[in-house]
């Protein structure tokens, strides 16, 4: 289908037109630039400044100690946080000693396994505890019987098995005293308990032959007052020997007395002769 030439003419003067016009409606859409302002002849002074104006600081309420170690209160909108929970305490179960299920005594001769174990007090079937068997060992080296005492723990099945080992002092073979010119062996030796053949005992000597005991008290009852025992020593055969320091002099010494002459005056000569008391024979002094 053809268009009529009519049409055709109208469309192209149109467009035409239309191009045309574009260029002033940009002309007319560009602003004007602004007028030109002329120099002023006066001179130039800078615009005052103006001065920061003084900063205010607020007053700032006392506190006081109690306020101070109060924690900051929580901003308005937040939630307070609580402080953690304290952890449960978890109770440590305590571990209960093991039984004692035999208590033995090993190494003993002369002295009784009895004498031993009456001085124990860990007993069969009472609780194994390290700070009693150290006590039972103390308390048999304390017999004096023994040059050694040690502790051996043995487990045994349903619990612990506790032996004493022990190691006992040699016998006394024979007792001899050095310095002993006041009394005879057989007086000292009545008063001891420490005898030939016995196991050499340190604590029943320092009972006889110690400070104060039985050979000093009996020298004192026959008034040798200064009478000191000294150390004694045993040798290797067994022979324990007893030294004492004594004086000869008793205590009961002899006082000087005048015998009168016939008128009753005195004569020049005074007469010496001592006056003895006679004391019954020694005791013993346990």
């Known amino acids: 289908m053809r268009l009529p030439l009519a049409y055709v003419v109208r469309a192209l003067v149109l467009a035409c037109v239309m191009a045309l016009a574009a260029p002033v409606r940009a002309e007319e859409a560009t602003p004007a630039p602004p007028p030109e302002v002329a120099p002023s002849t006066a001179p130039h002074q800078p615009a005052p400044v103006p001065e920061p104006a003084a900063e205010v600081t607020p007053a700032q309420p006392a506190t006081t100690p109690a306020e101070e170690q109060q924690p900051p209160a929580a901003a308005e909108g937040m939630p307070e946080v609580q402080p953690p929970a304290p952890l449960p305490q978890v109770e440590v179960p305590q571990q209960v000693p093991p039984p004692i299920v035999d208590v033995e005594v090993a190494g003993y001769g002369r002295v009784a396994k009895d004498e031993i174990l009456a001085v124990v007090q860990s007993k069969?079937?009472?609780?194994?505890?390290?700070?009693?068997?150290?006590?039972?060992?103390?308390?048999?080296?304390?017999?004096?019987?023994?040059?050694?005492?040690?502790?051996?723990?043995?487990?045994?099945?349903?619990?612990?098995?506790?032996?004493?080992?022990?190691?006992?002092?040699?016998?006394?073979?024979?007792?001899?005293?050095?310095?002993?010119?006041?009394?005879?062996?057989?007086?000292?030796?009545?008063?001891?308990?420490?005898?030939?053949?016995?196991?050499?005992?340190?604590?029943?000597?320092?009972?006889?032959?110690?400070?104060?005991?039985?050979?000093?008290?009996?020298?004192?009852?026959?008034?040798?007052t200064l009478a000191m025992v000294l150390p004694p020593s045993m040798s290797d055969t067994g022979v324990l020997t007893i030294p004492i320091a004594s004086s000869r002099t008793s205590r009961s010494r002899a006082t000087p007395t005048r015998r009168p002459t016939p008128s009753g005056a005195t004569s020049g000569r005074e007469s010496a002769r001592p006056t003895t008391t006679r004391r019954s024979p020694a005791t013993s002094c346990d």
């Open 124 to 224: 069969t079937g009472g609780p194994y505890e390290e700070a009693q068997v150290k006590r039972d060992v103390e308390a048999i080296r304390n017999l004096g019987s023994f040059q050694r005492v040690w502790q051996e723990s043995v487990a045994a099945e349903n619990g612990v098995k506790l032996i004493f080992h022990v190691i006992e002092n040699p016998v006394i073979t024979d007792i001899q005293f050095e310095g002993n010119r006041e009394l005879t062996r057989e007086q000292l030796l009545k008063v001891m308990k420490t005898q030939p053949g016995q196991i050499y005992n340190a604590r029943v000597l320092l009972e006889d032959a110690g400070l104060g005991g039985r050979i000093e008290r009996l020298y004192q009852s026959q008034g040798y």
